[in-house]
């Protein structure tokens, strides 16, 4: 017989409930139904597959040792929701098998043998809180983290562990746990801070409400598992891969400074102010192969005073600089054991920087050494795989840019070289005028391009001045500028009137169809009579300042630029210039930018010029080329400034 006021039942050897008690089929949701449905589909309908299984295991476990019970904790259904969790002990008799719930206090202790087993051979903590009395209770595992005074089996601590929380977690927790009840959630997992005898633990905690027993009391069991290692191992993981990052975006940023250097120092430069925070270093010094020697320039934490001795260092000394830009290998010595066993007789670094560590990065291109940087350290350090990956990665940016800046530096030698060969090395003299000039190369291709400035002094004391600015900023505008220059040059010996030495030069190089032009302002000038002829191509109008103080721009009539349409008109505009005035020719480059249109930038160098009339030509033409550097452009520029002599005056050009 079953007893009526113990959740009992009879199974018979198919599974099937033969018999079972009321509390037993409110238990189990029977309730209304008849005796002799399977037991374990019966619970899988309700629980799912895993209570099923539990079911089967106990009735499997009796039946294994007919007479001796199996014991299992089981989960079952309620109308509320919440789970109960019971002890039940299955008896096997004969072919059936009875089942009931074991009761009584110290079969609710016994139901946590399970639990807490589980907990220490998982390595976990195991506690309940039971929000109706106020009692929280430690059954043991791992991490013991909650109140410390309580009874490692189970003494009540009440709600003091919360104090052992970290207060900015505590309110938080708190909240998580009051939401377990009816109504609310039946489980959740978090993450608090936990104070342990050695500090501030992580604590994971999964919190479930359950009820130990059929009419047992309403408990929240958490099952703790200190995460602070892998919180820890989590953030050095977040901490190097955020220095990773970092480092890349210091590094992109030195690689583009390394691209826009144009000249060794500045190059030089940025390797000392940026490289080596990359790699976490406290000092740098650069070392460029100059001839037979090195050349060094360093930046913090370097002493003055000893660098004589590290540049009398040969290239092809047996020392770190020299063997490893020598060899084009990097060194990475971690410390001064490390350093007095590989270098003994090498001290020079050493002392140089009072690095206790360093690294030398050989800078890789063409087939001969180029130099190297040096990063110190001032404790020991050992690069990463990814340090020293990148540190070669640097060697060849910075091998590139040098051999870039150097073949740039060459070239640009050779075109400046070439723009002064079609440039006048002298202006002739010319009685009774003074003469200034100015040019400034383009920053940008090959700094060489196609303005010009030219004086012709003609027999009869009379003078032909002309400025003008071909097309383009490489070695075909300087040639074709010379072309320009030269034919201009023939046809003035045989005529004196700009215009028409314009439109014969027009002609012939329209007829050439080179795709290519040029403009050009010609002035014919008296300076005893002021007489003047102006013949201008496209160019810039003049500037002309009088002895009273005023300054004009003059816009003369005139053609299209040189080259474009042959049979061209270009009339010459006569005017007379007062003794003592000032004409300021210019091209395009000193008074146009994109940000300024060319008639501010006119205004602007006339008042320069103005400012400084009574200083004399050169003054005037250094003072109207520096406008050119507030424009901002990248084009050449050329000044042409010229003085007619006040009355008694006799005075030569000047160059």
């Known amino acids: 017989m079953l007893d009526p006021a113990v959740a009992a039942a009879r199974v018979g050897a198919d599974g099937r409930i033969l018999a079972?008690?009321?509390?037993?089929?409110?238990?189990?949701?029977?309730?209304?139904?008849?005796?002799?449905?399977?037991?374990?589909?019966?619970?899988g309908d309700r629980l799912g597959p895993d209570a099923r299984e539990a079911w089967r295991e106990l009735v499997r476990e009796a039946r294994a040792t007919p007479g001796r019970p199996a014991t299992k904790v089981v989960e079952l259904p309620t109308a509320d929701g919440i789970a109960v969790v019971c002890l039940f002990e299955a008896v096997a008799h004969g072919p059936d098998t009875v089942l009931r719930e074991l009761r009584g206090h110290s079969e609710l202790e016994a139901q946590l043998v399970h639990f807490r087993l589980a907990a220490k051979l998982g390595g976990f903590g195991l506690w309940t809180w039971d929000p109706d009395s106020g009692t929280w209770r430690w059954h043991g595992g791992r991490p013991r983290l909650h109140a410390p005074d309580a009874d490692?089996?189970?003494?009540?601590?009440?709600?003091?562990?919360?104090?052992?929380?970290?207060?900015?977690?505590?309110a938080d927790l708190?909240?998580?746990?009051?939401?377990?009840?009816?109504?609310g959630v039946d489980e959740d997992r978090t993450m608090f801070r936990v104070r342990g005898a050695d500090g501030w633990h992580w604590v994971e905690s999964h919190m479930r409400r359950l009820r130990l027993g059929i009419d047992g009391r309403d408990v929240i069991v958490g099952v703790d598992h200190d995460q602070t290692e892998v919180v820890r191992l989590r953030a050095e993981a977040e901490r190097r891969l955020s220095a990773a990052r970092e480092r890349g975006e210091r590094l992109a940023e030195v690689s583009a400074a390394l691209i826009r250097a144009v000249t060794?120092?500045?190059?030089?430069?940025?390797?000392?102010?940026?490289?080596?925070?990359?790699?976490?270093?406290?000092?740098?010094?650069?070392?460029?192969?100059?001839?037979?020697?090195?050349?060094?320039?360093?930046?913090?934490?370097?002493?003055?005073?000893?660098?004589?001795?590290?540049?009398?260092?040969?290239?092809?000394?047996?020392?770190?600089l020299g063997w490893a830009i020598r060899t084009g290998e990097p060194i990475f010595v971690e410390s001064l054991a490390e350093h007095t066993a590989g270098w003994p007789d090498a001290p020079e670094l050493i002392e140089a920087t009072d690095a206790r560590a360093y690294a030398i990065i050989p800078f890789a291109g063409g087939d001969r050494p180029i130099g190297g940087l040096a990063v110190t350290y001032d404790?020991?350090?050992?690069?990463?795989?990814?340090?020293?990956?990148?540190?070669?990665?640097?060697?060849?940016?910075?091998?590139?840019?040098?051999?870039?800046?150097?073949?740039?530096?060459?070239?640009?030698?050779?075109?400046?070289?070439?723009?002064?060969?079609?440039?006048?090395?002298?202006?002739?003299?010319?009685?009774?005028?003074?003469v200034a000039v100015r040019y400034a190369p383009a920053r940008d291709g090959l700094s060489v391009g196609g303005d010009w400035y030219d004086v012709i002094a003609r027999d009869d004391g009379t003078a032909l001045v002309a400025i003008g600015d071909a097309q383009g900023h490489d070695v075909d505008a300087a040639a074709f500028m010379g072309q320009v220059r030269t034919t201009k040059r023939a046809f003035a010996a045989e005529d004196a009137d700009p215009g028409r030495v314009l439109r014969r030069t027009n002609d012939l190089l329209a007829a050439l169809h080179r795709d290519a032009f040029a403009s050009c302002t010609l002035l014919g000038i008296d300076p005893a009579t002021g007489a003047?002829?102006?013949?201008?191509?496209?160019?810039?109008?003049?500037?002309?300042?009088?002895?009273?103080?005023?300054?004009?721009?003059?816009?003369?009539?005139?053609?299209?630029?040189?080259?474009?349409?042959?049979?061209?008109?270009y009339p010459t505009h006569e005017l007379r210039l007062t003794p003592g005035s000032i004409v300021v020719l210019v091209t395009d480059g000193v008074v146009e930018s994109r940000e300024r249109p060319i008639d501010i930038g006119l205004q602007r160098a006339a008042e320069r010029a103005r400012g400084c009339a009574d200083a004399g030509v050169e003054a005037i033409a250094d003072a109207v080329l520096a406008a050119a550097d507030e424009t901002g452009n990248v084009d050449d520029a050329a000044v042409l400034v010229l003085r007619l002599p006040l009355p008694g005056e006799r005075t030569a050009a000047r160059v």
């Open 264 to 320: 060794e120092d500045e190059l030089s430069a940025v390797m000392l102010d940026r490289v080596a925070p990359v790699f976490g270093g406290t000092g740098a010094l650069v070392a460029l192969v100059d001839h037979d020697r090195l050349r060094m320039s360093f930046g913090p934490g370097v002493r003055a005073d000893l660098m004589p001795a590290l540049e009398r260092i040969a290239p092809t000394a047996d020392r770190p």
């Open 20 to 43: 079972r008690t009321p509390r037993f089929a409110r238990a189990v949701g029977l309730l209304g139904e008849a005796p002799g449905q399977p037991l374990p589909s019966l619970i």
């Open 532 to 569: 003047c002829a102006v013949g201008r191509a496209g160019h810039v109008p003049m500037i002309v300042l009088t002895p009273d103080g005023r300054s004009q721009v003059l816009e003369t009539p005139g053609g299209p630029v040189l080259g474009i349409l042959e049979g061209a008109d």
């Open 174 to 183: 708190t909240r998580r746990i009051e939401a377990l009840r009816p109504g």
């Open 379 to 434: 404790r020991e350090h050992r690069p990463t795989q990814d340090e020293r990956a990148l540190m070669r990665t640097f060697g060849q940016l910075a091998g590139q840019a040098i051999e870039r800046i150097r073949l740039q530096q060459a070239r640009a030698e050779l075109a400046e070289a070439l723009q002064r060969t079609m440039l006048p090395a002298r202006l002739p003299v010319v009685p009774g005028l003074e």
């Open 152 to 170: 490692a089996e189970g003494g009540d601590a009440g709600p003091r562990w919360l104090a052992d929380v970290h207060p900015e977690d505590r």
